[in-house]
């Protein structure tokens, strides 16, 4: 299973908990993320641990830019890393 690394690339986020620069490494447990954007991202997040490419632009990619469904609140960019 490979790592995936999610960065906050924005955020006002209503409760405060995700700040802009925020990492989180995702293995086997899911990041300490508000479950709204996590619902959003897992099945991404999850595809990607598993060898998948996803639609990136113009090409396929493994990586991802997602925005919280929270009238777009937080901004999320996943990406799988090498060891």
Request: with cysteine; hydrophobic share 30%; net charge negative.
């Amino acid at each position: 299973m490979q790592k995936v690394k999610l960065t906050i690339t924005d955020s006002c986020c209503r409760s405060g908990y995700l700040k802009k620069g925020q990492e989180y490494i995702v293995e086997d447990l899911c990041p300490p993320l508000c479950h709204e954007l996590w619902n959003n991202i897992y099945p991404l997040v999850y595809a990607l641990q598993n060898g998948g490419e996803l639609d990136y632009g113009n090409v396929r990619a493994k990586m991802f830019d997602v925005k919280c469904p929270d009238e777009s609140r937080v901004s999320i960019h996943g990406e799988v890393i090498e060891d």
